[in-house]
């Protein structure tokens, strides 16, 4: 699946990590609104705020939610920034890579964020294995959609975004990939396999590893 197509739709394996009986939720990027408006139409009580950086998205939105504020979260004003707490859930839905700091953005929210709070976030895989095989072939070039695209800044393996959390002063509480029907996959991973085993790796871990178009994750603040 291409990540604009991605946007496009409801998320609802992001959706299904929203922990139950939240009674603020802020989503990070928004859009047009189309993931507040399905979480709304489930949970009519709670309120729902967008940030985003389009205006035009921005106005779409706003009908579909309780709140939209126009900003970028990395240069939104502490005044501003602080009127968002208390907020039980945080939503990066394909918003993380396109950050220059997503470490700071976490620690801001980190610092507010109540003791039962979460994050929740879908990021893009960079040990996909087509990102494996341009790799290979030495075409990473960056296109207008998908695990490629060009608004990418940060990438992401497992491995790092465990990083990426645990060192903004969060736990990892569930984390899971999603995995679509992609041709060539297989034999792309024969040689992943292959690689792993001449470098001393887990073959089998590698191949886990590759398979995920996306991450999700939840996770709470460290105590």
């Known amino acids: 699946?291409?990540?604009?197509?991605?946007?496009?739709?409801?998320?609802?394996?992001?959706?299904?990590?929203?922990?139950?009986?939240?009674?603020?939720?802020?989503?990070?990027?928004?859009?047009?609104?189309?993931?507040?408006?399905?979480?709304?139409?489930?949970?009519?009580?709670?309120?729902?705020?967008?940030?985003?950086?389009?205006?035009?998205?921005?106005?779409?939105?706003r009908p579909?939610?309780?709140?939209?504020?126009?900003?970028?979260?990395?240069?939104?004003?502490?005044?501003?920034?602080?009127?968002?707490f208390p907020t039980d859930c945080w939503i990066f839905g394909d918003v993380l890579e396109q950050l220059h700091d997503p470490w700071r953005v976490l620690r801001r929210i980190r610092a507010s964020i109540p003791e039962h709070g979460s994050v929740v976030a879908c990021i893009p895989n960079a040990q996909h294995w087509s990102v494996q095989a341009r790799l290979n072939l030495g075409l990473f070039q960056y296109q207008d959609e998908g695990l490629m695209d060009r608004t990418h800044i940060r990438w992401f393996t497992r491995k790092t975004l465990i990083e990426l959390f645990e060192s903004s002063g969060f736990a990892i509480e569930t984390m899971g990939g999603r995995v679509f029907e992609e041709?060539?996959?297989?034999?792309?991973?024969?040689?992943?396999?292959?690689?792993?085993?001449?470098?001393?790796?887990?073959?089998?871990?590698?191949?886990?590893?590759?398979?995920?178009?996306?991450?999700?994750?939840?996770?709470?603040?460290?105590?």
Request: charged content about 25%; glycine content about 8%.
């Open 64 to 84: 579909l939610m309780s709140e939209v504020v126009v900003a970028d979260i990395e240069t939104l004003q502490d005044e501003s920034f602080d009127i968002l």
């Open 183 to 223: 041709a060539g996959r297989e034999k792309v991973m024969e040689g992943i396999r292959a690689l792993a085993t001449s470098l001393g790796t887990d073959p089998e871990e590698a191949e886990q590893d590759a398979t995920p178009f996306q991450w999700l994750v939840r996770a709470r603040p460290t105590k």
């Open 1 to 61: 699946m291409e990540e604009s197509a991605a946007r496009a739709h409801v998320n609802h394996d992001l959706l299904a990590l929203v922990p139950e009986g939240v009674a603020r939720v802020v989503e990070v990027g928004c859009g047009a609104g189309v993931l507040g408006a399905a979480f709304l139409g489930n949970h009519p009580d709670v309120e729902y705020i967008g940030i985003e950086p389009d205006p035009a998205d921005a106005e779409r939105a």
